[in-house]
């Protein structure tokens, strides 16, 4: 079992709408959880950090947390063509505190 | 957030030959650094952990030996790929993590090895 799991998409939606990414995690330990966008060729960048149980809102970008479910999303709204990229969801394990990645998903914001 | 700066952004050489990556944290005194590698299409994944004054900590499957990490300072881990060869191709990050847990990357090391 993957211990960071995301959907590769591609996820497409309109621009304007609003994106929904999500994540699950096999490492009922973990107490931090983060959000990065990669672009194409580029290293990562990080959006947005949640550690504990429910929302978290930054601009446009809210995460939310189920450490219950051991699951983590990501929402996007009003997209942006520019938001197209690779969101990787990453958390930091209990007892070793590495940072595993998902592999990725990838959204399309279509003008 | 932390700023990391790494070098080179791409490098080609011919296989056989070594290659060395410079990973610098300019505003943090980084005790660990992390060394990431991301073959394409792929996720990240962690090579070795980097600990200033000490050995570095290799994931399973690594080769400690072929990828060779000095973290000498508090602002500086090196990441050296020693005979190289074309299996070895793929883009090398370089990551901090901050005193708030959060982890921040460097632009990135391209490697083609022809």
């Known amino acids: 079992q993957k211990e960071v799991e995301q959907n590769s998409g591609p996820l497409s939606v309109p621009e304007g709408a609003i994106a929904s990414l999500n994540c699950t995690y096999s490492?009922?330990?973990?107490?931090?959880f983060f959000w990065y966008r990669q672009y194409s060729g580029k290293s990562p960048e990080l959006i947005m950090s949640?550690?504990?149980?429910g929302d978290k809102e930054d601009g446009r970008f809210t995460a939310q947390l189920n450490k219950a479910s051991q699951y983590v999303s990501l929402l996007i709204r009003d997209s942006q063509p520019s938001d197209s990229a690779t969101y990787l969801c990453?958390?930091?394990?209990?007892?070793?505190?590495?940072?595993?990645f998902g592999t990725g998903t990838r959204l399309k914001v279509l003008a | 957030g932390a700023v990391v700066s790494q070098h080179p952004s791409w490098v080609i050489c011919k296989s056989g030959t070594s290659v060395k990556i410079e990973c610098r944290s300019l505003?943090?005194?980084?005790?660990?650094m992390f060394w990431y590698r991301q073959f394409p299409k792929q996720s990240l994944m962690l090579m070795a952990t980097?600990?200033?004054?000490?050995?570095?900590?290799?994931e399973q499957g690594v080769e400690k030996d072929k990828f060779l990490i000095n973290h000498a300072s508090l602002t500086l881990s090196t990441l050296t790929v020693t005979s190289a060869h074309p299996e070895d191709s793929s883009f090398y990050i370089c990551?901090?993590?901050?005193?708030?847990?959060?982890?921040?990357f460097g632009s990135g090391t391209q490697l083609s090895v022809l």
């Open positions: 990551s901090v993590s901050s005193g708030e847990e959060k982890l921040f």
């Open positions: 490492d009922r330990g973990s107490q931090s």
């Open positions: 949640i550690y504990s149980n």
């Open positions: 990453a958390v930091r394990t209990s007892g070793t505190y590495k940072y595993i």
């Open positions: 505003d943090f005194q980084a005790t660990t």
């Open positions: 980097s600990n200033e004054g000490s050995k570095a900590t290799y």
